[in-house]
């Protein structure tokens, strides 16, 4: 028997998602094709008013355990197995009444559908499929001959390849439908496995698995000769992946990342605490505020750095509005992402026909508990998502000056911003809006620095004689280990620092900052975004 074309004469259809079943039913029985099927599934064909076997008949066994046995059976596996080349195959066949199945099409228990509704254990255990994983691999093996479909989406692919091949299908064709196959099993288990970890509280499992499905094709990556794609985890978080895109052309890779970076940080700021707009450029920010509105958020952050800004990444924390949207428009912008829009902000963006606009219907729970991952070299290195939070109670005060209510407060702004600035990070904040940002750079001195350097140069830039960080607070990611990097932002302007504390010269820094009039505070957390 031929492998480039196999006609489909049999399929085994068993399907826990019905959506699209009977229309390929119907197209399958039009064709001539003998329906054979379990259950609710057999039942749904049945009511629609085609012919179909129930595997039962076939197996000479009902269904039994409340349907945890029906296909794990000789006769199904036989004949989704079976070489139809090889004699000694086609002879055990024969000797045991034991018929070719040509075509699967089975998708999953909903297992991940049931843990996201909070499903308990054990119905969570019970929406484990056995027999539908067991029989996709089975024809995924022997693909040489039968076609597995487990995915709705490539029901009219099929339904294609059969009009253009005479009811057949090509090796080609079998083959991409196998690797897809044992990429959904594959993912199945993987969710599975991480499921039952976290129920069991394994926290360092002997494997771990990821997986994702197909989003979207890159341009290219981060650079025109690397090649990329987007895959979506299935995550419910509020994001990127997850958000709906209204105009534009299709994200980039780099805008991808910077989206997630920018979401991620304005995120910190809840809405109930007033309006709030990040702008980034290369992951880092290039400026946060708060403000009375979202107008005046977006234009105290973008007189952080409007060099920077140009051609950046804005999210908000709250619905974007028209007036907001017009002043976004003065300058270059590659994406804006808001939990929503208005239809005039939405109307106003229209007019520029490369902005991305994205909208949430959410923002991301920056508290909770997850896991991030990074490949290197041989492997991955995994950690908990980095969702520390302070407050005035976890401040400590090791200066002779305490800091004021606005210097805790503008504090308390700076280090929810360090948080997101790749190390070394410094921050200057004023009157809750950076005024400078120092980030990357190999030494602590060189980011103090560098971030007064540009709030000098923006002071020029919108006509103001002082630096805007005059009368400042500064954050930084991690702890000061000389009085320089302090010292340096003292000369800057700055009246308060607020750090994690930890290092062995901190007497020799508490000293200077007594020394220079400074307030600073410890918050025994560290920050280090590499």
């Not at 999953?108 to 996709?136: Q, W």
């Not at 017009?326 to 829009?341: G, L, M, S, Y």
């Not at 140069?457 to 919108?462: C, G, Q, T």
């Not at 002082?466 to 000389?482: E, K, N, R, W």
Request: proline share 3%; charged share 20%; net charge negative.
């Amino acid at each position: 028997m031929s492998r480039d074309h196999v006609k489909i004469r049999r399929a085994l259809l068993s399907v826990s998602d019905k959506t699209g079943l009977i229309e390929l039913a119907t197209a399958l029985d039009l064709k001539g094709v003998e329906l054979l099927s379990t259950g609710g599934t057999a039942k749904s064909i049945r009511d629609a008013g085609l012919p179909v076997k129930d595997v039962s008949d076939i197996t000479g066994f009902p269904e039994m355990m409340d349907g945890r046995v029906k296909t794990l059976h000789p006769m199904v596996h036989g004949g989704l197995l079976a070489l139809r080349d090889n004699k000694d195959h086609l002879d055990a066949m024969n000797e045991h009444g034991i018929i070719e199945i040509d075509l699967l099409v089975v998708n999953l228990y909903p297992f991940e559908e049931t843990v996201s509704k909070g499903g308990d254990y054990e119905s969570c255990i019970e929406n484990i499929d056995i027999g539908g994983p067991a029989m996709i691999r089975a024809a995924a093996k022997n693909h040489g001959f039968v076609s597995v479909v487990v995915d709705v989406e490539d029901y009219n692919l099929l339904i294609q390849e059969l009009d253009s091949n005479d009811c057949a299908t090509t090796l080609k064709f079998r083959q991409k439908l196998a690797q897809n196959a044992y990429a959904l099993t594959g993912a199945y288990d993987a969710s599975v496995s991480t499921w039952m970890a976290e129920e069991i509280n394994e926290n360092k499992p002997r494997r771990k698995v990821i997986s994702g499905k197909f989003a979207q094709e890159m341009r290219y990556g981060e650079n025109p000769h690397q090649s990329a794609s987007f895959y979506s985890n299935g995550s419910e978080r509020f994001g990127v992946a997850s958000a709906k895109q209204h105009q534009g052309k299709e994200l980039s890779y780099n805008n991808i990342n910077d989206t997630d970076a920018a979401f991620e940080l304005v995120s910190e700021f809840n809405p109930e605490d007033g309006p709030a707009v990040a702008i980034i450029k290369h992951a880092n920010p290039c400026g946060v505020a708060q403000g009375v509105s979202l107008t005046d958020a977006y234009n105290k952050a973008l007189n952080c750095d409007q060099t920077s800004a140009f051609g950046g990444i804005i999210a908000l924390n709250d619905t974007l509005d028209g007036e907001t949207a017009e002043q976004i428009c003065q300058i270059f912008t590659e994406v804006v992402i808001a939990p929503n829009a208005t239809d005039e902000a939405k109307a106003i963006f229209a007019n520029k026909k490369n902005l991305r606009l994205l909208t949430t219907h959410g923002l991301p729970n920056v508290t909770e508990v997850g896991q991030i991952w990074r490949q290197v070299s041989g492997g991955y290195l995994i950690q908990d998502r980095d969702n520390g939070l302070i407050n005035t109670n976890n401040l400590k005060v090791v200066t002779e000056r305490a800091p004021t209510d606005n210097e805790i407060s503008d504090m308390l702004f700076a280090w929810k911003v360090a948080k997101h600035v790749k190390s070394n990070a410094i921050v200057y904040v004023k009157d809750n809006a950076t005024v400078g940002i120092g980030a990357g750079q190999m030494n602590r001195l060189d980011s103090t620095r560098i971030a007064a350097r540009k709030s000098k140069d923006m002071a020029v830039n919108i006509g103001l004689t002082d630096p805007l960080t005059i009368g400042s607070v500064v954050a930084s990611d991690a702890f000061f280990p000389f009085s320089d990097g302090l010292l340096a932002a003292a000369e800057a302007g700055a009246t308060a620092i607020i750090q994690p504390g930890g290092s062995m010269r901190d007497d020799e820094v508490i000293a200077a900052a007594n020394n220079a009039g400074l307030a600073m505070v410890f918050t025994n957390m560290r920050h280090f975004k590499h």
